[in-house]
């Protein structure tokens, strides 16, 4: 087991070695660079020069990458071009808001999806069945920068519950706070996932009950509850816990436009704020940690697989 | 041809047949409708009048007007023409492109299938709106940028099904048989393969029509879309939600058309699904020429 | 995406813009503050210490870690602060400066002669002049015949406003602490740093041995850095903040609707729809007049700023002393007069159009009043089509002069009018837009005839009047609206609020009621 897990993150190594030279090439293909944005809108001619020289963007590219990658293996990803602070602590700045906003809306899609994908399994094609099928597609097919701004206009326009605009605050630290700032968000993340959820749950749970081994455990007399419970359920995990783990992932960078819809400070945004201010140093950051974040998330789905279903070995 | 309009007439009656579908069927002929003919409506999405700016709906303008003074169910209506042809043209690169890999790495299964599937997996490990931002800082903003942006995004959904359904069907009997006939790989893919594995690739095609409309309004939302002062639903959020305390309906109606355009396609894509699930259960395989 | 176009918006004023307080216009004297910890939301990450690269993004800071040499009232009236008294030549080529007795830096050190020395010396250094460096153009040399004394002495006569300027954009540093004041701040202050929590915000304290008498009044001070103004905004109505600073106009309006103060100074920004007239149709003078007409300067306060400002035909705030107020009323939308001088200029149907309309992306109040002008050329024929850009490449294009026409503030528009040449399109060489030879060689001359003109009050005017009149007769930048940055929105039990002619934020006079 240890081995395996050595190998799978000793093959991360060349993936993003290819990514993060991908990623410098790319930048240099869009158009507009970070200078006129350092110097300012009114600088001068000679101050473009200054600054283009002070940060080297008059070297060749490769020679550039071969600097930024050289500091790079030692830890050092640079100070972004804007704020003069390090890259690293920026990210970190915004990775945990990132990572709380994504639990949090996991658990309400979970809170959410799984009653409902049960629901509707142990009655395929019932009334509630298409209910609550009614009720994932509806989940899925509203965007959730709509939804969004449905909750902001109750929740904050009109009944003032809740802030309009969240910011990020831990939840050990101020829990009240926190959950004030993250309900809209969480809401209206979570509730797309539990669409995904709740369809993805009830097809496999559907196909589960029609396994040999439930019709046998049937004909045994083993009480239904105990079949669902045990039987369906353990085995239909499977393929769910790769589904909550992909949603994980993809939240790390993919969350952009919720974060958007409630100003919330994650990774995502502040990617999106890199590419626009053409903050080299920080966009290649950003990019490789989500990069990094999902091969992880995708290395410890695949280990709870293993713990879930031993019968699957890793070697 | 005779025959595929039957069978089509026959899809299309027992889509009707239900409420949902039978309902997402009817408003998505109203958006195209009005999409198509806006010119003939009494409608001007580009006329400013700041003085009656922020109105909220009344008699003369249904669905109030934006900060401008425009009229919002004009651009609304106007605003359909920027989405379908988003769609239409991203479903159109998405197929084109991601058929033929789907074919060619179904078909061979060798060399050619790692690396066309990996390209493929490499698009789909990126979250497809970082993508498509990356992609219009390249191309510049505009309904192009959108299109392609959008239509590359729906490649990898193309080129897996695609090549799902021809790994299993290129050991059947009749793909054999064309084979020791001397058929042509290329001949093979394009006469006898692909007019089987046709249905699968419609749905998908309406499917991705909604991921399509939700991607490109997501865009606009994100000031990324098509530039201004073309309408586009999501650009309507993406402003509206700066009004909420003015003018609450502003970002609430365009985003309900918006909404109910994308839960259309997606029922009709789902019980295309359902259709063509039960038929291939019931039928007892494919035969030459594609027709089932 | 907000965050970035608010900084490069005001990175416009922030040039050389100079600094001073006002003195607190003597909040009603029945009014009772009791001091506390003042919790100010701001919208942007400080990015030093050094008073000399004052930006909008320390706006917040520097006025109370540091003192100037003289300050300006909202009105544009010179008031003491470091220095007691200011006696300009007769001859206009120096300015003598006594400095206040009993004042100490933050470190304990006296203030003597030796920091104004030691600051001036910075200011005029190339590599660490900063943004005071193109201000210190106009002096020759300095001296302190004794430690209460500075002499400046000027290389030609200079307008006695210009002097003053000067003066108010001078903040003495610790002469030990000058190389480390980026990160260390070294000044007089009301208040002293206590900590700094980057991309969060910072806490200040009360400095005890401050020489204002009962000033400042809060203890503490704490900024919190928000993101954007929606959830600063939201802070406020939390109640998590007692003052937002730097917000938008139209939360501005929203909250003062909801019963906070909102407090706008004298130093606002001024829109400039800016034409590169060394390109097609824009060669024309009389097309360029067109556009004198052509703006729609009500619809675009009103939209773009929720019609907190002034529409303007000249790039000058109420506070400035070339501001004409008559210009505003003479360059009034019409759209008669603007196809008349489209037809005069003799160009044709297709010879006026094809040029495209840059606009920043990444800032709302841009994309809406580019359509408005869109709008209002589509009426009298000439059809463009807005290229939208965001943020590093809207800043290229525009640093590069690589557009037709754009909107684009201006700041330095409360201060000597020469000071209008900091901006890009002003600028009367060197200009990245309309390049050397500069087109307009009127303009240059009028600018030059301002700085020196160190006459009576008579030539002065002249020259203002001159300048005013040939920025409208070129033509190449049409101003639209002023409006406010540095905005104050303080909740009801806030009081003591101090306006300052540049818009930072003055803390030492607010307390609680």
């Known amino acids: 087991m240890t081995a395996y897990v050595l190998r799978r993150l000793a093959q991360m190594l060349p993936v993003l070695l290819i990514a993060s030279f991908a990623i410098f090439a790319m930048i240099y293909a869009v158009p507009g660079g970070p200078v006129a944005v350092i110097a300012g809108e009114n600088a001068t001619a000679e101050e473009v020069a200054e600054v283009t020289r002070r940060f080297g963007f008059d070297r060749p590219m490769v020679v550039q990458y071969a600097d930024w990658l050289g500091r790079a293996l030692t830890g050092d990803f640079g100070l972004s071009l804007h704020s003069r602070q390090p890259v690293l602590q920026l990210i970190g700045e915004r990775l945990p808001a990132t990572l709380q906003l994504a639990l949090c809306a996991i658990i309400v899609a979970l809170v959410i999806g799984i009653p409902v994908a049960i629901a509707s399994a142990v009655r395929p094609n019932s009334w509630l069945d298409r209910v609550l099928s009614g009720w994932s597609a509806l989940a899925l097919g509203v965007p959730t920068f709509w939804l969004g701004i449905l909750l902001i206009l109750l929740f904050a326009v009109e009944l003032r519950w809740l802030p309009s605009a969240s910011r990020y605050v831990p939840l050990w630290q101020a829990p009240l706070d926190a959950v004030r700032s993250l309900v809209l968000p969480a809401l209206t993340l979570g509730v797309y996932v539990s669409g995904v959820l709740g369809r993805f749950l009830r097809a496999s749970l559907i196909g589960e009950a029609r396994a040999d081994y439930v019709r046998t455990a049937r004909a045994k007399g083993v009480p239904e509850k105990r079949i669902v419970g045990l039987h369906i359920m353990r085995n239909a995990l499977l393929p769910f816990v790769t589904i909550v783990g992909l949603m994980m992932a993809h939240f790390i960078g993919g969350a952009v436009v919720t974060e958007a819809v409630f100003t919330y400070p994650g990774l995502g945004r502040l990617l999106i704020q890199a590419i626009t201010t053409r903050d080299y140093p920080l966009i290649q950051g950003c990019i490789l940690v989500i990069l990094i974040a999902y091969m992880l998330i995708n290395l410890a789905v695949d280990m709870l697989y293993a713990w879930i279903d031993p019968r699957i070995e890793y070697r | 041809m005779t025959e595929t309009l039957a069978a089509l007439g026959s899809l299309l009656r027992r889509l009707l047949a239900r409420r949902g579908p039978a309902l997402s069927l009817v408003f998505l002929t109203l958006v195209a409708l009005a999409a198509t003919f806006a010119g003939l409506l009494p409608l001007d999405p580009l006329a400013q009048s700041i003085a009656d700016s922020l109105k909220p709906p009344s008699a003369e303008s249904w669905f109030g007007t934006d900060e401008l003074g425009r009229d919002i169910l004009a651009r609304v209506v106007y605003g359909a023409r920027t989405s379908l042809i988003t769609a239409f043209g991203a479903v159109l690169i998405a197929a084109l492109v991601g058929i033929p890999v789907g074919l060619i790495a179904g078909f061979y299964g060798d060399w050619r299938d790692s690396l066309l599937m990996r390209c493929i997996d490499v698009l789909l490990a990126l979250p497809n709106i970082l993508f498509a931002m990356a992609l219009i800082a390249v191309l510049g903003r505009s309904q192009g940028a959108a299109l392609i942006a959008v239509g590359i995004a729906g490649i990898p959904g193309f080129a897996r099904i695609a090549r799902a359904q021809v790994m299993a069907l290129r050991q059947l009997d009749f793909v054999m048989a064309v084979r020791s006939f001397g058929g042509r790989p290329g001949y093979i893919m394009v006469r006898t393969l692909l007019p089987n594995i046709l249905s699968p690739l419609v749905v998908q095609a309406i499917v991705l029509a909604s991921i399509a409309i939700l991607l490109e309004a997501a865009l606009a939302f994100l000031g990324v879309g098509v530039p201004p002062p073309t309408p586009s639903w999501g650009e309507m959020l993406r402003t509206g939600k700066s009004y909420l305390y003015e003018a609450p309906s502003y970002a609430v109606l365009p985003g309900l058309v918006l909404t109910l355009t994308i839960l259309s396609f997606d029922t009709i894509g789902r019980a295309l699904t359902a259709i063509l699930d039960r038929d291939e259960t019931d039928a007892s395989g494919a035969t030459i020429g594609g027709r089932r | ?513």
């Open chain 3, 1 to 513: 995406m907000t965050k970035l176009s608010r900084r490069q918006f005001c990175m416009t004023g922030l040039a050389l813009a100079g600094a001073a307080p006002l003195i607190a216009a003597a909040p009603a004297s029945a009014q009772q503050l009791k001091g506390g910890t003042l919790r100010v939301a701001v919208l942007s990450e400080l990015a030093n210490f050094d008073p000399q690269q004052l930006s909008t993004v320390n706006f917040h800071v520097i006025k109370n870690l540091y003192d100037s040499l003289i300050e300006y009232t909202p009105d544009g009236k010179p008031q003491p602060s470091l220095a007691t008294e200011w006696k300009i030549a007769p001859d206009k080529t120096s300015v003598s400066l006594t400095l206040r007795d009993g004042v100490t830096f933050h470190s304990g050190t006296p203030f003597k002669s030796d920091s104004v020395l030691a600051t001036l010396q910075k200011g005029a250094d190339p590599k660490r002049g900063k943004n005071v460096f193109s201000t210190m153009a106009i002096v020759k040399d300095w001296s302190a015949p004794d430690e209460r004394t500075v002499v400046i002495n000027f290389k030609a006569p200079a307008p006695e406003r210009q002097i003053l300027d000067l003066l108010q954009f001078l903040i003495p540093i610790e002469a030990k602490g000058i190389d480390t004041v980026e990160t260390v701040p070294a000044g007089t202050g009301p208040y002293t740093l206590v900590s700094r929590a980057v991309g969060q915000g910072l806490t200040l304290k009360a400095n005890p041995k401050h020489w204002r008498e009962k000033q400042p009044i809060a203890q503490d001070l704490v900024f919190t850095v928000f993101s954007e103004d929606a959830a600063a905004t939201a802070a406020l109505e939390s109640g998590a903040v007692d003052i937002v600073y730097n917000g938008s106009s139209r939360s501005a309006v929203r909250l003062k609707g909801a019963g906070y103060q909102v407090f706008a100074g004298p130093g606002p920004l001024v829109q400039v729809f800016r034409i590169n007239s060394t390109r097609g149709p824009f060669r024309n003078k009389s097309f360029r007049q067109a556009f004198n007409y052509l703006i729609d300067r009500a619809s675009i306060l009103r939209v773009g700023y929720a019609g907190m400002g002034k529409v303007v035909a000249l790039p000058w705030a109420p506070a400035s002393p070339a501001f004409d107020d008559n210009y505003t009323k003479t360059y009034a939308y019409d759209l008669e007069k603007a196809r008349k001088l489209i037809t005069a200029s003799g160009l044709s149907a297709d010879e006026i159009k094809g040029w495209k309309l840059l606009v920043n992306g990444s800032d709302e109040a841009s994309v809406a009043i580019s359509q408005i002008v869109q709008g209002s050329l589509q009426k009298v024929g000439v059809p463009v089509e807005l290229d939208m850009r965001q943020g590093a490449e809207y800043v290229t294009a525009l640093l590069g002069g690589d557009f037709a026409a754009t909107f684009g503030a201006v700041g330095n528009v409360q201060k000597f009018p020469s000071r209008v040449t900091t901006n890009s399109i002003y600028r009367t060489s060197g200009n990245p837009i309309l390049r050397d030879p500069h087109p307009h060689p009127d303009y240059v001359a009028a600018i030059a005839k301002v700085d020196a003109a160190t006459g009576g009050e008579a030539e002065v005017k002249a020259a203002y009047d001159n300048l005013n009149r040939v920025m409208v007769d070129e033509a190449f930048g049409i101003p639209t609206n002023s409006y406010d940055v540095g905005l104050i929105v303080a909740s009801e039990k806030i009081g003591g609020i101090t306006l300052d002619i540049d818009n930072l934020f003055i803390a030492r006079t607010i307390g609680f009621k």
